[in-house]
Each structure stands twice: as structure tokens, then as C-alpha cells.
């Protein structure tokens, strides 16, 4: 186990990386994946995302990224900030691609018990094309309500877990063990508790969806996993967030934040209370309609 998924993500792509190479990943991403393979030497390309492909990355999108010198595709899903979930047939599209480029594929599923019906989860790792050359990350912290205990792990075949592992003895060294011992809690604890919370998240997904129908500057992508949405609101997003902030005394993240593709977008979390929640997305709703 370790502690910080971003740490573990960067230390992965400097260990699969012969610097300088480049990687390619999704052009809305929760970490600063980017920001990532830079320290580590590489050199990001983003997949550009669309509303209406839900979010999910494109075998034509993906071949214009490709370049020869591309080592790793970085995918998320369940996905921050849009609450993407990738259906079976992208994860194959991208484990075939992966496959016919010789890349790594490191996958972000830190979300991966966060989902709602019809949607579910599948790791990339179950394709055959990808079950060696994938770098799976997990995170105690979204699933088991820890963000403070920073712990999480990653699972990976032996020809790249012991070279992550070379990195992370020096970088990083060890969770605390009081970390530990709770993350062990979570994991051989029940799950009902977790089967409740995600079943109250649904219940607020749709007081979020209740709140933007009917806006007509205001596009949603329905979330299908996290807890995260992430509207598109036919403006850029800082100057509403600024506005909200101001006028309606709301905090909303501008989706600049997670890249430019995410200029028009505002990200919103449903995981607080219910009726602060409701609060606020009253407030919302009437800030947008001025």
C-alpha cells in the first residue's frame, strides 16, 4: 500500500517511461495526469472528450493522439470531474489499441464501487490484450469514506510492479501503520455500509439532475459514476464560478481546472449532506437563470 494516488501515478509513469517519450490520455482528467508524465520526463497528449460521446475516448481520437514515440494511454473511469463510466466496448477498443501500439495502459479506478444503474464497472485489466501491460490504481479513499488516510494501491503484472516498486522504496517508502490498519478495516469490513452510501448518492445525482432540467443554456451529461457533475453552461466556467461565488454564495469548481476542453463546464460535488445540497442547488439554479 501506499499513500496519494497522484504520487503513485507519476511514480508509474516515470517507471514506464524511457524518458523522453510521450503518453496520451483523456483531455479532462482529475489529477493533473499531465502536470504527472512532465516530472517525469514525458511529454502528455491530450484525447479530446466529448458531451456527446458521454465522455469516453474515441478509437478515432485515439489513433490522431498516437505518435511514435507514445509509451502509455492514462484512462479514468469511473471518471472526475465528468462521472464518465466506460462501457465494455471502450475498454476493448482501448486494450485492442493499446495491443496493436505496444502501450502501457495505466488505469485510474479510484471510483470503481461509485457507480449507478444501468452503468457498471469493469476493470481494463480483464481483457486479455491488456491483462500485461496494465498499471490498475485503487483507492481506499472515495469507496471507503478515508480521503484522509491517504491509502490506496495499484495492481500490476510482475515485469512492471517491480519497477514501480524500485521508485516507490525511495520516494515514498511506506503508508503509516495506522493507515494501514484502517485501510484493512475497510477492505475485510462489510460492504453493506458502502451499498447505503452509494445508494444516498444516487438519491442526490438526482436532486442535481431535478436542478439543472429545464435551464436552457445548461447541458448535462448524465454521471453515471462518482460523485461529481459536470454541466456545461454555455459560458466559461470561471466567470460563473466567480458569480456563484459572489451573488449566490456557492462554490463551484471552474472545469478549466481539469483541462481546457472543460472551459464552458463547472464541476459540482453531490457527495456533501442532502439538504445542504438542496440548499445549494437552489441557490444554483437561481444564479443561473439571472
Not at 500485461?132 to 490504481?137: K, P
Not at 442526490?204 to 435551464?215: E, T
Request: net charge neutral; hydrophobic share 45%; charged share 20%.
Amino acid at each position: 500500500m501506499t499513500h496519494d494516488l497522484a504520487s503513485r501515478s507519476v511514480r508509474a509513469a516515470k517507471c514506464m517511461s524511457d524518458i523522453p517519450r510521450s503518453g496520451i490520455r483523456g483531455a479532462l482528467e482529475r489529477v493533473r495526469t499531465g502536470e504527472l508524465v512532465n516530472l517525469a520526463g514525458g511529454r502528455p497528449i491530450p484525447i479530446p472528450l466529448f458531451g456527446s460521446d458521454g465522455f469516453v475516448p474515441s478509437l478515432e481520437a485515439m489513433r490522431a493522439a498516437l505518435t511514435p514515440r507514445a509509451r502509455a494511454i492514462v484512462i479514468n473511469s469511473p471518471a472526475n470531474p465528468t462521472g464518465a463510466v466506460y462501457p465494455v466496448s471502450t475498454l476493448q477498443t482501448v486494450a485492442s489499441f493499446a495491443d496493436e501500439h505496444d502501450l502501457i495502459v495505466v488505469s485510474d479506478e479510484a471510483y470503481e464501487h461509485l457507480v449507478y444503474p444501468p452503468a457498471t464497472h469493469v476493470s481494463i485489466a480483464r481483457f486479455a490484450e491488456a491483462r500485461d501491460r496494465t498499471v490498475s490504481i485503487f483507492s481506499l479513499s472515495q469507496t471507503y469514506a478515508m480521503t484522509g488516510w491517504r491509502v490506496g494501491f495499484a495492481v500490476a503484472p510482475p515485469q512492471l510492479s517491480e519497477e514501480i516498486a524500485k521508485v516507490l522504496e525511495h520516494v515514498i517508502g511506506c503508508a503509516s501503520s495506522v493507515s494501514q490498519a484502517a485501510g484493512l478495516a475497510g477492505l475485510n469490513g462489510p460492504f453493506e455500509p458502502v451499498s447505503q452510501m452509494v445508494a444516498a448518492y444516487e438519491r442526490r445525482r438526482q436532486l442535481v439532475i431535478d436542478a439543472f432540467d429545464g435551464l436552457p443554456k445548461v447541458r448535462l451529461v448524465l454521471p453515471l459514476g462518482a460523485f461529481y457533475a459536470f454541466p456545461d453552461v454555455g459560458e466559461p466556467g470561471e466567470e460563473v464560478a466567480e458569480r456563484l461565488a459572489s451573488e449566490a454564495g456557492v462554490l463551484v469548481v471552474p472545469g478549466s481546472a481539469f483541462g481546457a476542453q472543460g472551459r464552458n463546464h463547472i464541476r459540482l460535488s453531490f457527495a456533501g449532506a442532502e439538504a445542504s445540497l438542496a440548499e445549494g442547488l437552489r441557490r444554483l439554479r437561481a444564479g443561473l437563470q439571472r
